[in-house]
């Protein structure tokens, strides 16, 4: 009987853990997924130079802006830009109605509990998601990551 136990360890349960594990982690509701099929990637934005500025023409722009239009791209997304402030939008993120939300945040933000948001990329400055979009804000960090010369850079 014993025998067969260890069959089971080092043959059969092997074979089910990749596949339970593969694809984590994982976004609550699915927007990583939703991205990926609608080629669409909904970014709120809260003016706070030189983070995000709206130009005169109202096209946005500023650090976190090219920042993202740059994920948006390596996601093959297209950004599609919502104005609005910072507590109302952050409000929609919290209802899954946005996928990124960029303002010039910090890591001391008191929705800190309430949304999702990235390692600190400048200083103390994050770009947040909503809570348990998990698999959107490991690809964002690591995104940030690898863009931080740059944005240091920008800013100094």
């Known amino acids: 009987m014993r025998w067969l136990i260890n069959l089971f360890l080092v043959v059969v ?18 927007t990583s997924q939703r991205i990926m099929q609608t080629g669409q ?23 976190e802006v090219e920042l993202l239009r740059k994920f948006a791209a390596e ?15 952050l409000r929609t993120l919290e209802e899954y109605q946005l996928d990124i939300v960029a303002a010039g945040i910090t890591d001391r933000t008191p929705w800190r509990g ?20 998990n698999r959107l804000l490991k690809n964002l960090d690591i995104f940030l990551d690898a863009n931080k010369p740059q944005v240091t850079t920008d800013v100094e």
Do not use: C, M
Request: net charge negative; proline share 9%; glycine share 14%.
């Open 114 to 133: 309430r949304i999702g948001t990235t390692q600190a990329y400048h200083g103390h400055h994050v770009i947040v998601v909503a809570a348990g979009e």
């Open 13 to 30: 349960l092997p074979t089910f853990i990749p596949s339970s594990f593969g694809d984590l982690p994982r976004d609550q509701a699915g």
């Open 75 to 89: 996601q093959k997304a297209e950004p599609v830009w919502t104005w609005g402030g910072q507590d109302r939008l």
């Open 41 to 63: 990637i909904k970014i709120g934005l809260a003016e706070d130079p030189p983070w995000v500025e709206k130009a005169a023409n109202g096209e946005p722009r500023g650090i």
